[in-house]
């Protein structure tokens, strides 16, 4: 349905053929080497008496005769075929394995670059995919501390994050204010000189006034849509001392009541509790979430599910709107987008968006668990 911020990972069988590509090369270059030779060394014994006299002594097969030629391309087959045979021999195993040694290290960073912060590389032999793996392992953890440091600081300073939470609260207000003005006041505006104009068109031509009425209506649903969508925003940041369960189940009631277009699906899986900062910021990132969804998906099926995996706690929000093209969102530098990513790199999380037009949207949030 969607489009990440990244392609899959391809397995990375190129690299394994390339290394047999470059021996097979040498294969063919040294089995040609041999060739020439051959024809060099017999163009010499025919120039000298001697050493063709001495050739004479060993075989009866004249020189450049078609027995010569026919020996020659049996000789240099079969010494193709040794190269051929030896090469793979050893080359396939050694290509095979620094293609398992670069998958797995891609594999590991892939996990990584997710939230699970456990990933590690199994470290094997000593050559520099080992040293490589080393320091990998030695990043991740040295990573993983940090990011569990901060979660603890984030769960400490409360009185500093609040006083943070009041001063972004003006930039929100002002995002309000303008998503106000740009939805809502210019809606409500069309609406009012549309319904001016209704008592004339009716009186010269009812199946337009009709057609007028119908885009009113879309028109009011419009506005009611956005005005859902904000009074989200207008909630507050924190779940007022219910648990995490609870302010996401008391989220959906809320939709399910206020928007019957909607049909909901939510699947609750979390079983490690998050200090309550944390949970705070998730809380607030969904809210965000499905306010963007309210006003701009016109979706008609949203699903959400929380579950633990690897050591990370794991959010997919999904929807069957219309999509947009993420690059293009990015460019235009969303601020709903911008804050939920910033909120989640807070936690040391990392937030996916996947997306293609008329085909919905999948935001993709993990989060690593407390150890």
Known sequence: MSKSAKKPIRKLSGVQWQLLKNQWQIVWVSSLVFSLGILIAATIIQSS????????????????????????????????????????????????????????????????????????????????????????????????????????????????????????SLEERRKLA???????????????????????????????AITVLNDVEKMVNNAQQELRALIMHLRPVTLDGKSFEEGIQALFEELKVKNKHLTLHLDFKQQTQLPSKIEDQLFRTIQEAISNMLRHSKATIFDMKLYEKDGRLCIALEDNGVGFIVEEMEKKGSYGLATMKERMIELGGNLTILSYPKKGTKLELRVPLRL
């Open 49 to 168: 008496p001697y050493l063709f006299e001495h050739y004479s002594t060993i075989t009866e097969v004249p020189l450049f005769s078609n027995a010569f030629f026919l020996y020659f391309l049996l000789a240099s087959f079969y010494v193709l075929l040794i190269n051929l045979s030896v090469s793979f021999f050893y080359s396939y195993p050694f290509a095979k394995h620094v293609k398992n040694q670069a998958e797995k290290l891609i594999d590991a960073a892939t996990s990584f670059t997710r939230g699970k912060l456990t990933s590690r590389v199994e470290i094997q032999g000593e050559n520099e995919f080992s040293q490589l793996s080393e320091r990998f392992n030695a990043m991740a953890q040295h990573y993983e501390k940090q990011v569990f440091s901060l979660q603890k600081l984030l769960s400490e300073n409360s009185l500093l994050i609040e006083q943070a939470e009041q001063a972004a």
């Open 178 to 208: 303008r998503d106000l003005h740009d939805a809502i006041s210019q809606q409500l505006f069309a609406i009012s000189m549309t319904m001016a104009a209704l008592p004339k068109l009716i009186s010269k031509n009812q199946q337009q």
